[in-house]
Every structure is written in C-alpha cells, then in structure tokens.
C-alpha cells in the first residue's frame, strides 16, 4: 500500500481511461484495509481507486507493477486480483500509507467483474504504453486559426467519454430501427394494395372476364392472403374460427390437390403464416379452425394419424381410394420405404410413412423392419398371388 500515492484524478499526456470497475475493497497483503466499497480505475498508465463520495483518491503507476494474478476465491468469498509490487522509489510522492511490510496488494470484486479487469490489467501491462508518452517538445506546432482541442482531465473527462459513446450508441440503434420502420410501411402498403385489387375484382364481377379474375388471384396470392381474418376484425371464439376455417379452406384446396389430395399441418402452417405476412396464426389458432372444416361442411377435413401425425385432407379422396392407391404401387414395385414412397407421389416423408402405416392397419400391406429400415411389401397373406 505505500506505492500509492494522493492523485486529483488528472490524467497525464498520452494517458487514456481502460477500465472502470466499482465494488472494490483494498487489502494490504493478506490484511484489510479501511478502502471498501471504492471504484477501482484502470488507465494506460495508472491504477486508482476512488471512494464512493468521490473525496479520496489515490493512483499506482503500472511502472511499479511486478505482475497481476487471479486469487482462487474460497466458498462464499468474493473474488480477488492480486498485485505484486516493486520497491518504492525514492522521493515518491506521499500517500494513504507510509511504509508496510507487504510487497503486494489485494484488490476483492464485490460486484463482479474481476475477469474483464484482470484481462484489461494484464494488457496494460505488457504494451507498456505509459512508455511511449510524448514529449512536450515533440507535440505538433499549433496551426493559426485553428480551434485548440478539447481536453478533458481527470474522472470528469472520463464520465464525458463514456456518455459520448452511450449516445454514439443510441444514434446507431436509432438508425437501425428507422430502416426497420420503413420495411414495415412497406410492407402495410402492398397489404393495402392487395386489398384494392380484391374490392375492384368483387365491384366488377360482370366487366371482368373468369380466367383474367384467376389471373388476378393468382398476383394476389403472390403477394399474401387479401384480408386475412383476424380477432381484430372477426372478433373471439367459435365465430373468429368458422370464418379462419373458410379462409383457410379458399387458400388450401389447390395445393392440396396438386400435393396428392393430403398435406402435414406442418406444412400447412408454414404456407399460411407465409401468405399472410405480418398477421401470423398461432398453431392453437390452426388446429382450432381446421377442426371445424367438416362442421361447416368445407370439403377438406382434418385428420390424425395413430404414429400422431395430424393432416389436411380432401373429402372428395376417401380413405379407401387412398388406401387401394397404396396398395397398387405396393404391387408395382415390389415394396417401398417411406423415403421411395415420398418421392413417387410428391409428399413429405413423415406422411408417406403414415400413409404406408394406415395401409398395414388395414390389412393391404406388411413390413419388413431390419438393419436397413423399415420397408413395407404387398400382403399376400391376405391377397396370395393368382398363379
């Protein structure tokens, strides 16, 4: 402790602030002291520590620093950085202490930070930057009029650097929202727009002709859902869910043809939140309005699978038609995984093989389950071979 000497906080030319960590107890060696509760300061040259009411301070120069190393904390004690220290010069400046016996210090996080610090203090450390401080008759002559640069000395001069970056900060995060802002005006026009276009279409149904109306649906689906229902618009409950039920009805029924006449939820829930943009639909929300599909007498139904794989389906294609479809490619090739299955008929793995399961329920297939996977063949058990 009696390297320490009484600072004003000034920073000499060329010192610049590293490191600020408040929560500091000072210890003498092994032995406490009456320094707690301070704020410990690393600069480019110096280290303070400073009480909480700002009336003392006092500086170390890193000169005098041996080496920094981390103390194992005990069980329930806060963590330490230990400093050991060179002899002290001759003439130094007075400080809080005037001799001791110990040639190190102790500095306890009671706050934390110990990490960042001690890696900001080892790094002083070894660049030595208080080194290369420049002399006063090497600073640049000062240009005629030209305005002097600011300096700002001391913990005065440090707060203001680091307002300055808080507010540098603030400026770019500002910036980054108001892109953001712009995005989502755009993205509120084109939903308006759409919304023009369905009006025009609905008001001129005799001027426009059936396949330039399709047309315009099609642009229109493109786009997003035109209208999408919402609860701000068709309220809570079973109503926001029978008129969900038929929007989604609208939107589903052709790509459920074109995928084989079923589609996973799954997939039906990422097609939809796509189609409507900024009004996304909770899985809740989805569930709920496919369920009342048959109640409303739409013509898709919603329907699980015993593996727990739930599906969109066309009622015009029964389960049997399905079923015997199965069966046929079953005949035709000899046997499929769900993975061959998959890309025969241009649907998901996960509902192939559900697919191939409900045909082994019903007697039209059998499995095979190895070392290779699971593969499913004819029954001929049930329907032997006609020699």
């Known amino acids: 402790m009696d390297r320490f000497e009484w600072s004003n906080g000034a920073l000499l030319p060329g010192e610049n602030h590293s490191k600020q960590q408040p929560g500091i107890r000072l210890f003498d060696g092994p032995d406490k002291t009456a320094f707690d509760k301070g704020v410990a300061i690393l600069t480019t040259h110096r280290l303070f520590w400073r009480d909480a009411q700002q009336s003392t301070m006092f500086g170390l120069p890193l000169a005098q620093v041996v080496y920094a190393e981390?103390?194992?904390?005990?069980?329930?004690?806060?963590?330490?950085?230990?400093?050991?220290?060179?002899?002290?010069?001759?003439?130094?400046?007075?400080?809080?202490?005037?001799?001791?016996?110990?040639?190190?210090?102790?500095?306890?996080?009671r706050e934390g930070g110990e990490t960042d610090f001690f890696r900001c203090l080892t790094e002083e450390l070894s660049r030595k930057r208080w080194e290369l401080t420049p002399s006063p008759s090497r600073t640049a002559p000062r240009v005629p009029g030209a305005k002097p640069k600011q300096i700002h000395a001391g913990i005065v001069g440090i707060e203001r650097k680091l307002d300055a970056k808080m507010k540098q900060t603030d400026q770019n995060i500002s910036k980054a929202f108001e892109d953001l802002d712009k995005l989502m005006e755009k993205a509120k026009e084109m939903v308006n727009l759409t919304k023009t276009i369905a009006n025009k279409i609905k008001d001129k149904q005799g001027e426009i002709t059936e396949d330039e109306t399709v047309q315009f649906k099609s642009y229109l689906l493109s786009l997003g859902i035109a209208n999408p229902v919402t609860r701000e618009t068709h309220?809570?409950?079973?109503?926001?869910?029978?008129?969900?039920?038929?929007?989604?009805?609208?939107?589903?029924?052709?790509?459920?043809?074109?995928?084989?006449?079923?589609?996973?939820?799954?997939?039906?829930?990422?097609?939809?939140?796509?189609?409507?943009?900024?009004?996304?639909?909770?899985?809740d929300d989805l569930v709920d309005a496919c369920r009342q599909f048959e109640r409303l007498k739409l013509p898709l139904r919603l329907r699980e699978f015993s593996s727990g794989v739930m599906v969109v389906e066309l009622l015009s294609r029964g389960e049997e038609e399905a079923i015997k479809h199965i069966a046929v490619l079953l005949t035709e090739k000899g046997s499929l995984t769900a993975d061959e299955l998959s890309q025969n008929i241009g649907i998901s793995v996960t509902l192939a093989k559900a697919r191939l399961m409900t045909a082994e329920e019903t007697g039209e297939a059998c499995r095979d389950e190895s070392v290779e996977g699971l593969r499913f063949y004819p029954n001929m058990f049930l329907n032997p071979p006609t020699r």
């Not at 806060?78 to 040639?103: D, N, Q």
């Open 70 to 109: 981390e103390v194992p904390d005990g069980r329930g004690k806060s963590p330490k950085i230990a400093v050991h220290l060179h002899a002290p010069r001759p003439g130094k400046t007075p400080g809080p202490v005037m001799s001791t016996v110990h040639s190190y210090i102790q500095m306890t996080f």
């Open 235 to 283: 309220g809570t409950g079973l109503k926001y869910h029978n008129e969900l039920a038929k929007q989604l009805a609208d939107v589903l029924v052709t790509p459920i043809e074109e995928s084989g006449g079923m589609m996973a939820l799954t997939d039906i829930y990422c097609r939809i939140n796509r189609a409507r943009g900024m009004e996304l639909l909770s899985p």
